[in-house]
């Protein structure tokens, strides 16, 4: 998944993921260019995906929030809002 961000007057990002710069293999890893790669789960987790301009005040900063799930199977339901997930 590709995050786009831009700091004003031309600064330098650092990503994190769930506060880790860069992230890890437990909650995924975000590259410079902020390209996110998830991890191989075995429980559904929610990583925070965050880019902070360095040189400016640490409140400057954007959030995303990617929801990972286990693979499984989704089930239509005669409601077009709504479908059943299952685990494999």
Not at 3 to 13: I, K, Q, V, Y
Not at 37 to 47: E, Q
Not at 57 to 74: D, E, K, R, W
Request: hydrophobic residues 45%.
């Amino acid at each position: 998944m590709k995050f786009t961000a831009a700091a004003t007057g031309g600064g330098t990002l650092v990503w994190s993921v769930n506060g880790i710069a860069g992230g890890d293999t437990t909650v995924g890893t975000v590259d410079a260019a902020g390209n996110y790669t998830a991890p191989a789960i075995s429980h559904s987790i929610n990583a925070v995906v965050q880019a902070a301009a360095s040189a400016a005040p640490q409140s400057n900063f954007a959030t995303a929030i990617v929801a990972l799930i286990q693979p499984g199977q989704v089930q239509a339901t005669a409601n077009p809002q709504v479908a059943l997930y299952s685990k494999k």
